[in-house]
């Protein structure tokens, strides 16, 4: 069954849920669906990164506020064009569009939502959530992509008629360590790191709730107790300068190198021998992932789904949130190379048989496919939102039925 999927997105800015549903639109199209994008706001990185199989299109609502009437009228119309056999949204914001539009549409299009995020960090994405709510329960299915997350969410009241986790997953094809000793001397080198150093790299957006400081104190500790550490971060961001400071104040001098942003991370991540994440909130990470695909053993604070990809001793370790003295000791332990080899050699393979693209991208091909195989005739659909209801105009009807709790 070739199916026409609608990935909605509220941009294509260099964000995870955008990387995400672009990467979906990319693998379901070599797999000859015929996939579309909407988005929401202009801001378009990420648009050359999708790959126009057959008539696949990209099409932007120009949204000019939070809640434009004339970008979801054009995003109605655009339904109307297409006749997609399913709308996927990427977080809250895209899922009130997809759900406003579908309404003024008068379509029945199976709706599904793909859900990337757990704690709301400040008010105004608190009244945010509290807007979408009922959107989510309008939806066919709300994907969560860790089992943590669906838990947290469902007993806030948030959720669709079925839920489901469809863990991330990386391309393990692309994310694979393959330089000879000789390439990853010279990649350290380029870098100012010997062949003896210690590199703990973190890949992250330099922001307050990434907690690069914290990263910064246990480096510090390490040295201190004699440990050639040394610390590759790779990434830019608000918070840069401020890790700049804290660098200086620790005396850290040549021993912390900034990559700013960068547009392939692999070269960065294989001059590594760990790879460390501090943060203070998190969902499932994809950094992670890469890490592990790329052979690096992960010490991860435990947040979020960090406890469903990191068995401790096995592919990496977990610490308390903000602990710094067990941060410290698991960087310890993983300084004998002999053990960070044969346990980054284990997350490549964990990677491969749990968490990598394909069994992702299969994953939710099953479920579009079981969501358009239940569709509704649209024609009959369209024909019965036109005609009159006792008690006013046709609305939007919520269902009552089981919440089902899947995990695919």
Request: proline share 4%.
């Amino acid at each position: 069954m070739s199916l026409r999927p609608l990935f909605v997105t509220g941009s294509l800015a260099h964000g995870g849920a955008e990387r995400h549903s672009v990467t979906l639109m990319n693998r379901l199209g070599e797999r000859g669906h015929d996939c579309h994008a909407v988005y929401v706001k202009n801001n378009a990185h990420q648009l050359e990164r999708i790959r126009r199989h057959g008539t696949a299109s990209a099409h932007c609502l120009q949204a000019a506020s939070f809640v434009d009437r004339r970008a979801i009228t054009d995003f109605a119309d655009h339904l109307k064009r297409l006749r997609p056999s399913a709308l996927v949204a990427a977080n809250e914001y895209a899922l009130m569009y997809a759900a406003l539009a579908r309404r003024q549409s008068g379509l029945s299009i199976p709706l599904v939502v793909t859900f990337h995020t757990t704690k709301l960090l400040d008010l105004r994405e608190q009244v945010k959530m509290l807007i979408a709510r009922p959107f989510f329960w309008l939806a066919e299915r709300t994907v969560f992509v860790c089992a943590m997350q669906r838990n947290y969410w469902l007993h806030r009241g948030l959720g669709s008629r079925h839920n489901l986790v469809i863990h991330n997953g990386v391309d393990t094809g692309h994310f694979h360590d393959r330089t000879l000793p000789n390439e990853r001397r010279s990649l350290r080198q380029a870098l100012g790191f010997a062949s003896t150093d210690y590199v703990i790299g973190i890949s992250a957006v330099l922001r307050p709730e990434k907690n690069h400081l914290q990263l910064l104190n246990a480096l510090a500790t390490l040295r201190q107790l004699g440990i050639p550490a040394r610390l590759l971060i790779i990434g830019d961001g608000p918070l840069r300068e401020a890790i700049e400071v804290r660098s200086r104040a620790l005396k850290l001098g040549n021993s912390v190198r900034i990559t700013g942003f960068v547009e392939d991370v692999r070269p960065s991540l294989a001059a590594c021998d760990v790879a460390v994440l501090c943060s203070l909130s998190e969902t499932f990470s994809l950094a992670a992932l890469e890490a592990m695909a790329m052979g690096k053993p992960v010490v991860h604070s435990e947040v979020g789904g960090a406890p469903e990809m990191i068995f401790p001793g096995h592919n990496g370790y977990l610490f308390r949130t903000g602990d710094t003295g067990e941060l410290v000791y698991r960087l310890l332990v993983l300084s004998e190379r002999q053990l960070s080899e044969r346990m980054g050699a284990a997350a490549r393979q964990l990677v491969e048989s749990n968490f990598s693209e394909e069994i992702m991208v299969d994953r939710y091909e099953n479920v579009l496919l079981d969501v358009c195989a239940n569709r509704p005739d649209p024609t009959l659909v369209s024909t019965l939102h036109m005609l009159p209801k006792a008690g006013g105009i046709p609305g939007i009807q919520v269902k009552q039925g089981v919440n089902s709790h899947e995990h695919v």
